[in-house]
């Protein structure tokens, strides 16, 4: 057993895996509810969706690292932050349907 470095089994690309995973979730529902709101909230949608994949391209980056930095409170805050605003956005859209 070593102690100088981390294993770089699989648990890397898992993680990796994941996040591309959730992003391009995240990707097709802000895509899906685009072509259901005012062109204001499109807006609101695509800074949630960049700031949410700009912090997972970091997460990805910094998992490579044979001592990545665990997730900082910010960063966590944001992704669920973005996370909650689009299910906000989803749920609007559910129970208020746009004309059509």
Request: glycine residues 8%; contains cysteine.
């Amino acid at each position: 057993m070593t102690t100088a470095g981390r294993d770089p089994g699989l648990q890397p690309e898992r993680t990796r895996l994941a996040w591309r995973r959730t992003t391009l979730s995240y990707t097709v529902a802000a895509l899906l509810a685009v072509k259901q709101v005012p062109l204001p909230v499109v807006s609101l949608i695509a800074l949630t969706w960049l700031g949410f994949l700009r912090m997972a391209h970091r997460r990805v980056l910094g998992v490579g690292a044979s001592r990545p930095r665990p997730l900082s409170l910010r960063g966590a805050l944001a992704a669920a932050a973005c996370t909650i605003a689009l299910a906000v956005l989803a749920a609007t859209m559910v129970l208020h349907p746009a004309d059509g």
